[in-house]
């Protein structure tokens, strides 16, 4: 066993021929470095970076997957992607017949995919979407507000009335409709939100198929994950059936002023699939990511006292004591800002942008990589390189009050909505939302931990790795309205 493990923490510079791969540990026949995974990805690739560099290889089943972990690892590799033909590795569970209306599972940028990713753009989140947007969103956070004011003194569990509030948002853009009760009994879930609950527990389960292409569906997460998108379609069938109906009663009558993203999909032509695929894609990719972020952020500040005090300084300063607030009160509040930057920093929701496979071998960093490697660039381990942050580990909003670096794919070092032409479409939408939610709990509520717990470093800060990394164990605290 000593030898094993001696073995596996060895530095590898792998040649083949007189081609030399970017190092990595040994990896067992067959199975690779699988095992090693099964802790949390991101952090087992975070370790390997720190001991074989920025630029190292690890074999899973029979793939190889690249792992960039450095600004000029993320450089190279993009360059890469943009040099060469690519494709997006689809997970086998996710391969489902419908991928050729799909945006985030597009293998590649397709006509279909720009088509949908400009109609998102120029409807969903420009400047203008956004505006026509807010009081929707507005609307939603001042009913979780009134709702949390009615639970004041109860313990609350944050994630779960976060997400029910995003989804509601995007369930008012998309379809008018709220599709989750706050009040709802969280120990039983339905509907749309047991949907996207699943979709996001089956993206987490590692699948064989994904490793052995020889397996079709060993662990039936093909079918689950098929499942589960039925039952998020189910959740809007009859309105799309209504709304077309109603629109052909209209035909004639130039009545027929849109209302909301579903009639902009209808105006486009889209079909019942593609709208099914569309939705449920901005969904499962736009809720737990945002709703994750806002429950990191508010642990980080229920934590870091000082820090929490400087964000309510600013939201009075600027703000005053209104309790319910405006989007634009929220837009221009730097250390606001700041807080939401450093806990992306510190708890990027997708910690791994998606493997993309070269179909050409090429060099990265001096190195050689053969075609069909999965590339990746680890967001994590470069939020918390000591050589890229100074004291990286800590919650510090204010590295970021005077500083340039933003999230909006030019700093390298901090990309947590991605990079390139597969960049994040709706990280402005995310922010506005993000900004809104969290100063309007912060303005609004103490915060306490249950049990009379008054030391903060009690609180659980652990995380979870799944296609949104979340905290392992869900906030709950008690609001104390400050009203
Ligand atoms: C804090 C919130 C969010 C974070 C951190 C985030 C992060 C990301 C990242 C990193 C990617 C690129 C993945 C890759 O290249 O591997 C991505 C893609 C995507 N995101 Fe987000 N996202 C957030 C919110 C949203 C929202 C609110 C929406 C929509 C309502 C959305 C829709 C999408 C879509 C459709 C893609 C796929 C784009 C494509 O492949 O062309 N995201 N997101």
Redesign the pocket.
Known sequence: LIIAVRITTKAVDVQQGNQKLPPGPYSWPIIGNLPHMLKGPHIYLTQLARSYGPLCSVKLGTHLFVIGSSPMAATEIMRAHDKLPTY?WVPKAGQDGLQDYS????TQ?TDH?KL??SL?RTE??SAKGLDLQSSLREKNVDKMVGFLKSKQGSLVNVRELVFAS?VNI?GNICFSKDFIDLDDDHKERRGLKRALYRLMKLGTTPNIADFYPRFEDPQGLKRKTSEAMNEAFGAWEHIIKERRATREAQKDTDSSDEQDFLDTMLGSGFSDLQINQ?TV???S???H??A??IEWALAELIKNKEAMFALREELKREIGFTNYIKESQVSHLPYLHACVKET?RLH???P?????AILEGCEIMKYTVPKNSQLI?N?WAMGRDPNLWEDPLTFKPERFCDSNVD?KGQDFKF?????????????P???K??HLMLASLVQNFDWFLPNNIEDLSKLDMSENFGI?SQRKKPLMVIPKCKC
């Open positions: 997006r945006l985030i599972w597009a940028c995919w949908l990713r998102c969903l989140f995003t995007l569309l894609e901005l969904f990719g736009g809720t990511s945002t994750s972020t992306l990027p929701p997708a791994l942008l998606h493997p993309q660039i967001v999230f990309l947590p909505f991605g990079v390139g032409k597969r960049m994040c479409p709706g990280y939408y995310a922010i939302q993000i949104i």
